[in-house]
Nanobody, 115 residues
Framework: QEQLVESGGGLVHPGGSLTLSCVHS????????LGWYRQAPGNQREKVAE???????YYLEAVKGRFTISRDNAKNTIYLQMNNLKYEDTAVYYC?????????WGQGTQVTVSA
């Protein structure tokens, strides 16, 4: 069964960094749309970053300059590097792969920014 498994979340202080990883059970194709989303309690799920072949990555305005999405096809893995974390970054983070007629979500990993 196709699946995505996130890891790398945890508790960090403001200004700290985390790298999230998302391992896909299948090969990631060049044209797959790869994304990271987040959802905090009481909030809508929002797109944090997205990339695909032929386009520049998208970043949520609130994370521009701080977060970087990347991929390693050999490892079937999507990454989200998060720097200079802020309180408002606290959320469950989900990875996502979108193909024509198909969307796959991970189960999420908790990121908590607290002093």
């Amino acid at each position: 069964q196709e699946q995505l498994v996130e890891s790398g979340g945890g508790l960090v202080h403001p200004g700290g960094s985390l790298t999230l990883s998302c391992v896909h059970s299948q090969t990631i194709a060049w044209m797959d749309v790869l994304g990271w989303y987040r959802q905090a309690p009481g909030n809508q799920r929002e797109k944090v970053a997205e990339m695909t072949g032929g386009t520049s990555p998208y970043y949520l305005e609130a994370v521009k300059g701080r977060f970087t999405i990347s991929r390693d096809n050999a490892k079937n893995t999507i990454y989200l590097q998060m720097n200079n974390l802020k309180y408002e970054d606290t959320a469950v983070y989900y990875c996502n792969i979108r193909r024509p007629g198909e969307v796959t979500w991970g189960q999420g990993t908790q990121v908590t920014v607290s002093a």
